[in-house]
């Protein structure tokens, strides 16, 4: 045996002592028993049961303390019985299905777990801090206010703090919602969470790492969490009602025989295995079967309330839409082509470093097979770019850098352009030679499958989809119409995104929220299953999510719900089956005709008809 497989029998061993001893012991009592050691084997039977059921006695004992009426009180009540009866054969069997059953459900949580290693890694941990002309590698906690922190391009900001430097080019959609990037200036704030992307600027950190906007969203986290009401295990559902009618058999039974023999072998086959083993093998399918598609289920809980989800509930950017921002179209002011708009733009911004630069060149490089080479080149501070394209004199940038080409140099633009304000449209000007000639509009680019998924959504039941952002209204009511999401609300804070979510859940109880970022985790914790678009969000997402997308595919948020729909569906079928047949010997162990011994051979028979339908949900 490989030396990895031996540290994982010890690891099972050490963490499940019961069902191993279980094994052992029956395993051990049945070789005496066929060596005609009768009574040495029930002797070790009797010795596995005692040591096997007593945890499992105790620990249903807790939950009943607790409050939690469980599918585990009529295999408790088996135990005792045998243990009274001196009858240590059935016992054992049913020891062995309670705590293997058990080691399923844990198993089925650390299988989707343990796929989540990757993603936690994009929290700030660390930062680089300057001491005089040095900079040192410390960890976040670390961090004084105060603090020179030198941000490099594509860092995570650790903590909340002031732009010492000249300009930063910083991406907010994670925390705003906003998809487009901020250019601040000196003396601006800029929050933890967010990300560098330009060139390396300097903050002087403001607040400690506890009580940056990060960790303040990370313990709306925890508090949301901490709010869900527990899950209620489908299978101590159906316990709720079988538990009574199989004590009710169990008492009929002696006073038809007035024999204990058949109070235990009432209680034997109606020991609920198929509630047992029925839901974590299922639940283990039914993960394994989402890991293959890129989904992550984190829990059984999570599967079985997925599958019962009304409304979904989705962030914009990063999640409906891409989350980087690209040119939606070109305006012309003058009659001058689109074209060479386009051209003359494209081939200035070569040269810049603003973020939106890039989505400019690609824009032109996409039209044209290879772009002009600029001249005199200048960069305007925060506003925009200037210099000579092909003899050509060009401007590019906000409304500010035109100024002092006159007063009145928006008063001959046609009125198309008096919607770009109105549309909330980020929009770059472009001037040749001083005079206004056009502007280009940035939108967000829509996923592709985002009109299918929803149309999806709506044949499989769901009642109502909505759409939740940090960005301004219009934005959020353009792209809501172009997709199909009935409802939506805008310029939300992450404290706002949750209180839409709980009366939601007021509504309409099973909602599932999908994001992305930063600002969306608490909301993900807030609603009864959150899932997140783990390939390019945010740890944070990640971790408050109960799903995690592990490929950047919004399509497989239906996916999900329709894989937590079978594996249910597949549960209750063998719920059904095994209750069924429970029932079906409960009435002959009823009259006296069924010993206990058999009563439990027959079980485990029904327990692997169950097990192998539960595994259809694979």
């Not at 060139?199 to 950190?205: D, G, T």
Request: glycine fraction near 8%; hydrophobic fraction near 45%.
């Amino acid at each position: 045996m490989k030396k990895e497989n031996v540290q994982k029998v010890i690891w099972f061993v050490k963490h499940y002592p019961v069902p191993v001893l279980a094994l052992i012991g029956l395993a051990i009592g049945g070789v005496l028993q066929i060596t005609h050691e009768d009574q040495a084997g029930k002797i070790t039977w009797f010795v596995t049961l005692v040591g096997g059921g007593i945890p499992v006695v105790w620990q249903t004992v807790k939950e009943i303390l607790h409050k939690h009426f469980v599918a585990d009180i009529v295999a408790m009540l088996a135990i005792i019985v045998s243990i009274v009866l001196n009858d240590a054969f059935p016992g054992v069997i049913i020891v062995l299905m309670q705590s293997g059953g058990k080691a399923l459900e844990d198993y089925a949580f650390r299988r989707a777990s343990s796929s989540l290693d990757n993603l936690l890694s994009r929290a700030p941990r660390i930062a680089h801090r300057k001491i005089d002309h040095d900079m040192e590698e410390i960890q976040v906690s670390q961090i004084n206010i105060g603090d020179i922190l030198v941000i490099r391009p594509g860092d995570l900001i650790p903590v909340d703090g002031e732009i010492i430097s000249l300009q930063a080019h910083i991406d907010e959609s994670s925390l705003t919602g906003e998809p487009l990037p901020k250019t601040k200036i000196i003396g601006e704030k800029v929050f933890s969470g967010t990300v560098n992307n330009g060139n390396v600027f300097e903050i002087k950190a403001t607040k400690k790492s506890d009580e940056s906007q990060y960790s303040k969203i990370v313990n709306m986290v925890k508090k949301a969490q901490q709010e869900k009401a527990p899950i209620q295990r489908l299978a101590d559902k159906y316990a709720v009602w079988f538990t009574p009618i199989t004590l009710a058999a169990s008492t009929a039974g002696w006073l038809v025989t007035n024999n204990f023999e058949t109070v235990l072998s009432v209680l034997v086959v109606a020991t609920p295995c198929s509630l047992i083993f029925a839901t974590p093998v299922a639940i283990i399918s039914g993960i394994n079967r989402a890991a293959k598609s890129g989904i992550i289920i984190k829990t059984g809980a999570a599967i079985e309330q997925v599958a019962k989800t009304q409304v979904a509930v989705f962030d914009k950017t990063g999640t409906i839409t891409f989350g980087t921002p690209v040119v939606e179209r070109i305006i012309s002011f003058d009659g001058t082509p689109c074209d060479e708009i386009l051209l003359k733009a494209a081939s200035l911004e070569q040269l810049s470093s603003h973020p939106i630069a890039s989505t400019i060149i690609q824009k032109g490089k996409e039209k044209f097979e290879k772009l002009l080479e600029p001249e005199n080149f200048r960069e305007i501070s925060g506003a925009g770019v200037e210099g000579r394209v092909d003899a050509v004199h060009v401007m590019v940038g906000a409304p500010s850098i035109f100024e002092n080409l006159g007063a009145d140099i928006f008063n001959n633009v046609s009125y198309e352009s008096d919607k770009l304000k109105p549309e909330g449209r980020m929009v770059a000007f472009v001037a040749l030679d001083g005079k206004l000639s056009g502007a280009i509009m940035f939108g967000e680019e829509i996923r592709p499958d985002v009109s299918i998924m929803m149309q999806e959504l709506k044949t499989i039941g769901i009642k109502k989809t909505v759409l939740l952002t940090g960005d301004i209204k219009n934005n959020a009511k353009n792209i809501a119409h172009q997709v199909g999401i009935t409802d939506y609300e805008a310029e939300l804070v992450p404290e706002e995104k949750v209180i839409a979510v709980k009366k939601l859940r007021q509504e309409y109880e099973n909602v599932v929220m999908v994001g992305d970022g930063i600002n969306d985790a608490p909301a993900l914790a807030a609603s009864t299953v959150g899932i997140a678009m783990g390939a390019r969000g945010t740890a944070i997402s990640a971790e408050a999510a109960d799903v995690v997308l592990l490929e950047d595919s919004i399509s497989k948020v239906a996916n999900t719900i329709q894989i937590g729909r079978r594996t249910i569906s597949v549960v209750k079928q063998s719920i059904f089956v095994g209750l069924g047949g429970s029932f079906f010997f409960m009435a002959i162990a009823m009259f006296g005709h069924l010993p206990p011994a058999i009563g439990a051979l027959l079980q485990e028979v029904l327990d692997v008809s169950v097990i192998l339908n539960a595994l259809r949900a694979r």
